[in-house]
């Protein structure tokens, strides 16, 4: 029988220890906070192993386990090597993400650094890999996640597979893996990266329309379309493989990408023209129940990756990359059409450079794009009578008017041949 009852125990106050007997004892802190400890000796070692407070463990229920830790040390076992046993929980992987980060802070003095670390893997890891327990984690779903940015962003993709593995580490130095981190051979397997330069090889605008012919002639399939909606859109890679259906509206007039998506981190709206609403209304006829990625990859759930554009760009004899379509885009924008500069920029969703100008602009010009953008489409998939109203006139996007040029000089033309431009 104990030394203590349940009103005794409502009784004191006074902080110290007050035994039960058979080694277990009630703490009082100085705060009057009351907590169980038992104390045994295991192989000549002494041990106070704690029980949990009294408001969540009962004096009942302090005396079983008291006594199950008793006969474990009397067998020679430490109760406290079976708790641990017990009581390790594997974390998920944005759970280690997490602590991990919380941990390594405290030595970092860049603030932008300290969010931009986080941030890369919710963006990027999160999606795949943040449910999944950090010991089930190995390289091939590793390079799955890398492989959707690894050509597209390559220096962010370098960072995250970095992070990736510093979690990974991390739980492994914390005993929630059996094995460190496998990214030495992450990286295998997956394309060599464009050089650090930023050039993307882009095909000649003047050879596009003839491209997205050959394109629209291949059979339905979601890359084909996220491609055709890539060219139509100038957006990049990863802005139309994670595209979603929420991100359109009703319409089919306007997508909103939203900042988290962005280069930027900041929402980029898109004017869709006839042609690329029809390019998103046959995604839709292949949507997939309970998926709303609107250009879905082959494992359900997922979406494509930069490789799976890429494969289908040299599938086609094209030495161009997916990226440089956007370059096609700006110099058929420079080319031929009047549109000022920074509409072609906005067009692109790329910052300004220059700091003062960038904080005194109050609009994304989206009328101007509209107009810009429709041009772009009848360029691409010339219809008839697009193809004869450009016969005669020249359009001119700023104004949104069409001038005649049958009698102007023509300037010269760029030669055909495939050049290398500056990436964006």
Known sequence: MGKLTPALIKELTEPGRYSDGEGLLLQISPSGGKSWLMRVQVNGRRRDIGLGELRHVSLRDARLEAAAIKK?????????????????????????????????????????????????????????LGKLKVN??????????????????????????????????????????????PMRSISKGLPRQPRKSGHFAALPHAEVPAFMKRLRARGISSSRLALE????????????????????????????????????????????????????????????????????????????????????????DLPATVHGFRSSFRDWAAEETDTPREIAEAALAHTLENKVEAAYRRTDFLAKRRDLMKVWADFCVPSAKSRSRRSVERTNVVAGRARDVATAPRRPRRTAARRTVQGS
């Not at 009397?74 to 009581?87: T, Y």
């Not at 602590?99 to 932008?112: V, Y």
């Not at 799955?144 to 995250?160: G, K």
């Not at 046959?282 to 997922?302: E, N």
């Open 136 to 181: 089930q984690i190995e390289g091939p779903l590793i390079r799955d996640v890398l492989a959707e940015i690894w050509l597209d962003i390559p220096e962010t993709a370098r960072r995250v597979r970095q992070r990736i593995g510093t979690v990974l580490d991390w739980s492994y130095a914390n005993g929630f893996r059996t094995s460190e981190a």
């Open 72 to 128: 474990l040390a009397k067998s020679g076992v430490d109760p406290l090597d079976e708790r641990r046993k017990v009581e390790i929980v594997i974390p998920t992987f944005e759970q280690a993400a997490k602590r991990a980060h919380t941990e390594m802070i405290k030595g970092w003095k860049n603030g932008k650094h300290t969010k931009q670390w986080i941030k890369t893997l919710e963006l990027y890891a999160y999606p795949k």
């Open 229 to 316: 909606a890539l060219i139509l859109t100038a957006v990049r890679s990863g802005e139309v493989r994670g595209a979603r259906w929420p991100e359109l509206n009703d319409e089919l007039t306007l997508w909103t990408i939203p900042a988290e998506r962005m280069k930027a981190g900041v929402e980029h709206v898109v004017p869709l023209s006839l042609q690329a609403a029809d390019v998103f209304r046959q995604a839709r006829a292949l949507r997939i129940k309970g998926c709303d990625l609107i250009f879905p990859g082959a494992t359900s759930g997922s979406s494509l990756s930069d490789m799976a554009l890429l494969e289908l760009v040299r599938g086609m």
